[in-house]
């Protein structure tokens, strides 16, 4: 009768271990950086989207990309936000990736980046830029954009001091005092809390008629091939989250405020983000992220759009 008794006992551990690892399996763990690209998951989660679609889903926060980075690249998450550059930072570490979708900059306007300058400073257009310091953040998006600006203003890279400063808020602070930068390149709403203190803008991305800026929804190579089908329902409750933002932005004003971290005094006139559903990367943005990370002997080889991107290309 023991044995029988003992039997069942470990017959009924096993079957409650079972049915905990595959609870822990179907959790698909997202890593999200709290600014504007992440907010429609936020919103997906709210709404119980991912529920409905008959998946679960937990939003992991990181206050540093690089956090982000170090933790899938650890195997601790199946899906993050973040952007092309930092893909292929990790692609070349053996961390494989692909970008499911594209989060935020489909068009111009989307994921303002802007070139400010310290109150004061008499900086007003970008030739003004040479001889000064300019706050950036070596090796990432922000520093890919300041590239471009140059290209596109005609400005002589040589003749620009870029001062390395990866911390946002120390940038802020600096080009607020003008003391150890002149200006500084910032996304929002950092850069809208600049220009609200007295900063000129001198570039805004907005207003280039380019989708220089793009943040992607990365899954890596692993889960896509074990969860296809869970992965497409997580992306038709993030697409539907989008929408949902795009046609009723006031319902979400508060959680967009919060997850954004837009201050106080911002929050009457921080604009309501748009967001594009349904959409990839496309192909020639993928060639000039790649092109650039190359140049800058970042990467060792020219990744394909196949290798970064799961879908049809997108011309």
Not at 75 to 94: F, R, T, Y
Not at 109 to 134: M, W
Not at 260 to 287: F, I, Q, R
Request: proline share 4%; aromatic share 8%; with cysteine.
């Amino acid at each position: 009768m023991k044995i029988k008794l003992t039997a069942i006992i470990m017959a009924a551990m096993l079957f409650l271990s079972a049915c905990g690892s595959n609870g822990d399996e179907e959790k698909v763990k997202i890593g999200l950086l709290r600014i504007d690209d992440s907010i429609p998951f936020y919103v997906a989660e709210q709404e119980g989207l991912f529920k409905e679609m008959g998946v679960e889903a937990e939003l992991i926060s990181f206050s540093s990309s690089s956090d982000q980075s170090l933790a899938m690249e650890a195997g601790e998450l199946d899906m993050a936000m973040n952007d092309m550059i930092v893909q292929c930072l990790m692609k070349k570490n053996g961390t494989d990736t692909k970008a499911v979708a594209l989060a935020y900059g489909a068009v111009p306007e989307e994921g303002r980046f802007l070139v400010v300058a310290a109150p004061q400073s008499g900086i007003y257009t970008p030739q003004d830029l040479s001889g000064k310091n300019v706050g950036i953040s070596t090796n990432t998006m922000m520093d890919f954009l300041f590239e471009k600006f140059e290209n596109i203003y005609g400005l002589p890279s040589s003749e620009i001091n870029k001062v390395n400063m990866p911390n946002l808020s120390l940038r802020l602070e600096a080009v607020l005092s003008g003391s150890d930068l002149q200006a500084a390149i910032l996304p929002d709403p950092l850069a809208a809390y600049a220009v609200e203190k007295g900063c000129s803008v001198v570039i805004d991305d907005t207003a280039l008629g380019v989708n220089l800026s793009q943040s992607v929804v990365l899954a890596t190579d692993e889960f896509i091939n074990a969860n296809e089908e869970q992965l497409s329902k997580i992306l038709a409750a993030y697409n539907q989250a989008k929408e949902l933002l795009n046609e009723n932005p006031e319902k979400y004003r508060s959680l967009c405020l919060e997850i954004a971290n837009v201050p106080e005094e911002l929050s009457a006139s921080y604009p309501y983000p748009h967001y594009t559903p349904d959409v990839l990367p496309a192909e020639e943005y993928v060639g000039q992220v790649v092109d650039w990370l190359v140049s800058r002997e970042l990467i060792n080889e020219e990744y394909t759009y196949e290798d970064l991107v799961w879908g049809d290309s997108v011309e």
